[in-house]
């Protein structure tokens, strides 16, 4: 079930969209370390990381978690926007 942006949509809507995306996850653990970076640090992203952000985000909560947590490997294709991810969090 992934989700794509619009190819027309404007930036600031695709940032706005993510944000509330991040926040608004279904799993509360997942709300607080996505909404967190979403709030500090999507805006700083440049179009590939937002393009690889949102592929991430894409996942279920469940594995993201998992993830996060170091209970299960990450692929390759998902580890740049993780490390944005865990830095974020590393710095709080």
Do not use: C
Not at 25 to 39: C, T
């Amino acid at each position: 079930m992934e989700q794509m942006h619009p190819k027309d949509e404007p930036y600031e809507t695709r940032l706005r969209r993510l944000r509330m995306r991040s926040w608004r996850r279904g799993m509360k653990e997942m709300d607080l370390i996505l909404g967190r970076f979403a709030d500090t640090e999507l805006a700083n992203l440049d179009a590939d990381a937002l393009d690889a952000h949102e592929h991430f985000m894409n996942q279920p909560d469940q594995v993201l978690y998992s993830w996060i947590s170091g209970a299960a490997p990450v692929p390759d294709e998902f580890r740049p926007a993780l490390a944005r991810i865990l830095d974020n969090l590393s710095v709080r």
